[in-house]
């Protein structure tokens, strides 16, 4: 079956450490998004990428950075220059103008 | 104030009951989503429109465009439903998702 596939589901991570979190679609979209999910908010684009090799900037992108050097890979990583990474973190993949398919996404803590 | 706002933010209801969420929405959008995460947090879309209305199963999603206003009713509900309710407009400047916070649906048997 197509989807998308997040890992890992739980991910602890020390004070000054980057972690990088992994995004697999194998429905062949072009678009790719991460967002990330607190508590009592909505969800919240950190970096979209609609094609390969290309990636834009969300709404809360400092301290994140992305790569999208195949179309069914788009792994996120969280750098130590992000303050507050505790957090849910979900990625979508959708084609244009289609409803965006979600993974079961990757909880984040700080040890 | 956010630009997709839902109500009720919490809603509990008796299994048979009839259940509305409602969402409005203060930019121009062109399409509309709802969607189901469950409590292991995976997301799964429910409908996408972009005017009047849409069923699958016991789920109905309605539009207002005019009122910028949408409703998701569930008929003839049940514990399986129970789930965070979230509404996303594809809007504003860049015509991105902008989501609601979610509405927390618990239904007792």
């Known amino acids: 079956d197509g989807g998308i596939t997040q890992s890992p589901k739980y991910l602890f991570r020390k004070e000054g450490q980057n972690v990088t979190l992994s995004c697999e679609q194998n429905?062949?979209?072009?678009?790719m998004y991460w967002y990330r999910q607190d508590p009592g908010q909505g969800l919240r684009l950190i970096y979209y990428?609609?094609?390969?090799?290309?990636?834009q900037k969300g709404d809360i992108a400092e301290g994140y950075s992305v790569s999208r050097e195949k179309k069914e890979s788009f792994p996120l990583t969280v750098t130590s220059a992000q303050k507050n990474p505790t957090a849910f973190y979900l990625c979508?993949?959708?084609?244009?103008?289609?409803?965006?398919?979600f993974g079961d996404g990757t909880r984040l803590s700080i040890l | 104030k956010n630009e997709v706002e839902q109500s009720p933010q919490n809603l509990t209801a008796q299994e048979g009951e009839f259940i509305t969420i409602n969402c409005s929405y203060s930019?121009?959008?062109?399409?509309l989503h709802w969607l189901q995460q469950h409590p292991g947090g995976g997301i799964v879309s429910l409908f996408m429109?972009?005017?009047g209305k849409k069923k699958h199963g016991r789920l109905i999603a309605t539009i207002n465009i005019q009122e910028k206003h949408s409703s998701l009713h569930i008929t003839a509900s049940h514990p399986r439903d129970s789930a965070v309710y979230i509404c996303?407009?594809?809007?504003?400047?860049?015509?991105?998702?902008?989501f609601g916070t979610g509405t927390l649906l618990a239904v007792q048997p």
């Open positions: 979508a993949s959708s084609i244009a103008n289609q409803p965006q398919h």
């Open positions: 429905l062949n979209h072009d678009a």
């Open positions: 990428s609609q094609i390969v090799n290309d990636f």
């Open positions: 930019v121009g959008i062109s399409a």
């Open positions: 429109l972009s005017s």
């Open positions: 996303a407009a594809y809007g504003g400047a860049t015509n991105k998702l902008i």
